[in-house]
């Protein structure tokens, strides 16, 4: 896709991706190996790269689970740990159990911010963003994670 050489940044393609953890998906384990088992893709950057805003987690599991998130470079051969972020038992279930922001700036530490103060993550082309539970989910559970992303 071509893009479009402005000084104001505006979106070029918007992109969602969701991705749904269950049971059925395992567990990716607690070690921070570069070739994780039961990792689930969530989105991929296109040839320009990508913009990811938003990654929003939700869950209805009656147990906290620790969500990791991964960066491949090479179409997922090797996988690298970004962070790993707490899921409270029914987040966004209830209003005291919100829905948790990975792009908050508390959680995963260290992302750059937009012009609006919002922490954002930008993509290198063809770069892969991958999601995993150490511990498996409950049966008959699921933890949604929901990205919202705009083509570079």
Do not use: H
């Not at 059925?24 to 989105?43: D, F, Y």
């Amino acid at each position: 896709m071509a893009v479009t050489q402005n000084k104001v940044v505006t979106p070029q393609a918007i992109q969602n991706d969701v991705v749904q953890l269950s049971n059925g998906t395992g567990a990716c384990g607690t070690g921070w190996t570069n070739a994780p088992t039961n990792t689930v893709q969530l989105l991929t950057a296109g040839t320009n790269g990508l913009l990811v805003k938003s990654i929003v987690v939700s869950s209805d599991d009656t147990s906290g689970k620790a969500l990791m998130l991964y960066l491949s470079l090479d179409a997922g051969a090797t996988k690298y740990a970004i962070g790993a972020v707490t899921v409270p038992t029914n987040s966004g279930q209830t209003g005291s159990a919100p829905t948790i922001d990975l792009l908050a700036g508390t959680i995963l530490a260290g992302f750059p911010q937009d012009q609006t103060g919002k922490f954002v993550l930008e993509l290198a082309p063809n770069a892969r963003l991958y999601v995993g539970v150490q511990t498996a989910v409950t049966a008959g559970k699921f933890i949604n994670v929901v990205a919202q992303s705009e083509a570079l």
